[in-house]
């Protein structure tokens, strides 16, 4: 027998929510691809110091790792945080009150939208967004409110990069007002791979400050910077560290983000909320994978800036990655959009018009039915660039698709193969 129940049973807080992004496409890349360049994450094994720390924790004789630790975080893991970002940021940072470990940078920003969003707030959202932004706001109430960077391409014919997004002085202040309760800040910017500048940066920090603004700074691509351009923290710029929530991620940090570890650093008065919240949802992470993260830091706070860092040799991998892709990409006329950081790249598939089919009558965005044609016919798996958008503005952005380098390099020559074939037989 069917229950039958009169009342309504989803939460208001799940309206206009309910679709995502990532349930169709991840199925879609898992039912057809032979490359997947969608979702992002590598496809390279983590570093050998860290399964190897992985392993010694699981059965290394301490079976009180296998129990509950303390639920802002083991404290092994807060404490070397604490030392690394109290270096990092140039501040004495107490383990206990100004970090936080939680269940990916996921949680993190669920913890920071909770804690710090009410009813009637609202929160400045830089476009294109890891889109889980969006729902986040609204799910605590508040009201997102959008601001775009804007390509301006270069006249003299040259790729673009990633850093000829940018942001408009007067628009972005336009946004600030009396209700504004925080701006997401997210450098280096998933999907565009945009490292923020200084200046950028600076406009931003002065306008939180003028409108008693807090900044929920997502840094999970913090080591992946390319061509010597350095990340900045916006906590160090003036006025910024009482009213900054760093948000960081283990999965990115360390190419292993099965496990699911992340981090806020930040100043008590902030993080005490997020304790709240954490408390009353997950309690808790896994107390081996916060074992294994502590000494992954251990060793990188003694190698710190030495060539054998992983956060050294990580970023110059990558770099050659994504050069690779650049190539593969400009070769098949896709035009690349260079990224300065992260391991993303989003691509113009202007050029490609005549390959897909029109669906007659379809109010599907151009780049969903591109990136659905071209998994099912081509084995390649991307993701929509309008997806990072919000419905009132995607219809500008449909010509572009993100791509995930974090790939071995079979796998990017497998791309490559399949973008050479496709060219071929467009001029065949
Ligand atoms: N922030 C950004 C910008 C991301 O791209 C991701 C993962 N794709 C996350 C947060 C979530 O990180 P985690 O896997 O640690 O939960």
């Known amino acids: 027998l069917q229950a039958k129940m009169s009342k309504p049973v989803r939460a208001r807080r799940l309206e206009g929510i309910d679709k995502n992004i990532w349930v169709e496409f991840v199925k879609l890349a898992a039912t057809y691809s032979k490359v997947n360049l969608g979702q992002g994450f590598p496809d390279f094994p983590a570093p ?7 392993t010694r924790a699981l059965g290394g004789g301490n079976h009180m790792l296998h129990q509950y630790t303390r639920a802002f975080g083991h404290p092994p893991l807060v404490k070397v945080l604490a030392q690394f970002f109290g270096k990092l940021l140039g501040r004495d940072l107490d383990p206990m009150t ?19 969003v009410d009813e009637g707030d609202e929160v400045i959202i830089i476009e294109p967004f890891f889109d889980c932004y969006e729902p986040m706001v609204k799910m605590a109430g508040g009201t997102p409110v959008f601001v775009p960077l804007r390509p301006n391409p270069p006249k003299d014919g040259k790729l673009m990069s990633s850093a000829d997004w940018q942001l408009d002085p007067a628009e972005l202040a336009s946004k600030f007002s009396e209700r504004t309760k925080a701006i997401v800040l997210n450098s280096p910017n998933n999907p565009l791979g945009k490292v923020f500048s200084h200046g ?6 002065e306008l939180c400050v003028k409108h008693d603004v807090l900044c929920i700074s997502d840094e ?18 003036q006025g910024m560290w009482d009213r900054t929530v760093i948000v960081g991620s283990a999965g990115k940090t360390f190419s292993a983000t099965g496990w699911k570890v992340g981090w806020v650093v930040g100043p008590d008065r902030l993080l005490q909320h997020l304790r709240t919240v954490h408390q009353n949802s997950v309690y808790h992470c896994a107390t081996i994978a916060q074992e294994a993260v502590a ?10 800036g030495k060539p054998e860092s992983y956060f050294v040799q990580l970023p110059k991998e990558l770099q050659q990655k994504r050069d690779w892709l650049v190539q593969s990409l400009d070769g098949v006329g896709m035009k690349p959009i260079i990224p300065e950081g992260t ?61 995930c380098f974090a790939k071995e390099e079979a796998t990017l020559k497998a791309a490559n193969d399949i973008l050479q074939k496709w060219k071929q037989e467009k001029t065949s």
Not at 102 to 115: E, P, R, S
Not at 200 to 205: K, N, S
Not at 297 to 304: A, D, G, K, P, T
Request: glycine content about 4%.
């Open 98 to 116: 100004n970090v936080m470990v939680t269940v990916g940078a996921y949680q993190a920003l669920f913890c920071c939208f909770q804690a710090l």
């Open 200 to 205: 950028e940066l600076g406009l931003i920090a």
């Open 295 to 304: 000494q992954g830091f251990q060793r990188e706070l003694m190698l710190y």
């Open 343 to 403: 391991y993303f790249l989003v691509a113009d598939i202007s050029p490609f018009k005549s390959d897909v089919p029109d669906v007659p009558n379809s109010d599907e965005p151009y780049d969903y039915r591109f990136t659905k044609w071209m998994v099912k016919n081509k084995g390649l798996a991307a993701i929509p660039l309008s997806a990072f958008f919000s419905e009132a503005h995607k219809n500008n952005y449909t010509n572009f698709i993100r791509f």
């Open 48 to 54: 050998d110091f860290l399964t190897e720390a992985f």
């Open 220 to 237: 999970v691509y913090e080591w992946l910077v390319y061509d010597g351009k350095r990340h900045i923290r916006i906590a160090s710029l």
